[in-house]
């Protein structure tokens, strides 16, 4: 299983089901090949993958998780980063259904809308990720138009996964 980051909005986005598909960088900055890319080969290998969410949460004092993403909780004093989220408390898995390599500008308004991206200043959801990749990625990181793996996949509860 690949551990993947997600945000809290694309959190809720995935458990609403308008979210289906990612993108992310098929190259690092030092040129090499991105996990990512071991995750496409695996996928075009005929292997099944699947990716385990991470996501922003802390420990009530039970040690029982809350998710930042869909809490309605005030007094948490401190949010845990994603990456620190170990696969014990992990809510949510992906089933890898798909993936392709493409430029970033290469995607179409149906696949916006499956990322998730809302409609953009011009209305189109292609113009809302355009925005939504540059927050994440820098000004200038939509014109630069990297590689991305594309990767589509169906979402589980982490206990649907397991058993």
Same mark, same amino acid.
């Given at each position: 299983?690949?551990?993947?980051?997600?945000?809290?909005?694309?959190?809720?986005?995935?458990?609403?089901?308008?979210?289906?598909?990612? #993108? #992310?960088?098929?190259?690092?900055?030092?040129?090499?090949?991105?996990?990512?890319?071991?995750?496409?080969?695996?996928?075009?290998?005929?292997?099944?993958?699947?990716?385990?969410?991470?996501?922003? &949460?802390?420990?009530?004092? &039970?040690?029982?998780?809350?998710?930042?993403?869909?809490?309605?909780?005030?007094?948490?004093?401190?949010?845990?980063?994603?990456? &620190?989220?170990?696969?014990?408390?992990?809510?949510?898995?992906?089933?890898?259904?798909?993936?392709?390599?493409?430029?970033?500008?290469?995607?179409?308004?149906?696949?916006?809308?499956?990322?998730?991206?809302?409609?953009?200043?011009?209305?189109?959801?292609?113009?809302?990720?355009?925005?939504?990749?540059?927050?994440? &990625?820098?000004?200038?990181?939509?014109?630069?138009?990297?590689?991305?793996?594309?990767?589509?996949?169906?979402?589980?509860?982490?206990?649907?996964?397991?058993?």
């Amino acid at each position: 299983m690949f551990p993947m980051v997600m945000g809290s909005a694309t959190v809720r986005a995935l458990l609403a089901g308008t979210k289906t598909q990612t #993108r #992310r960088l098929a190259w690092r900055a030092d040129g090499e090949p991105s996990q990512w890319q071991d995750l496409h080969a695996r996928v075009q290998a005929g292997k099944d993958v699947g990716v385990w969410v991470r996501e922003a &949460h802390t420990l009530d004092a &039970h040690g029982a998780p809350i998710y930042r993403a869909t809490t309605e909780r005030t007094d948490v004093p401190r949010w845990r980063s994603p990456i &620190h989220m170990p696969w014990r408390i992990c809510r949510l898995t992906l089933a890898v259904t798909a993936t392709r390599l493409e430029p970033l500008t290469a995607i179409s308004e149906a696949d916006a809308e499956a990322e998730g991206a809302a409609p953009g200043a011009d209305g189109s959801h292609r113009d809302g990720y355009r925005a939504l990749w540059e927050s994440l &990625h820098g000004a200038g990181a939509w014109d630069a138009d990297p590689e991305v793996v594309v990767i589509a996949f169906t979402v589980h509860a982490a206990s649907e996964a397991a058993g």
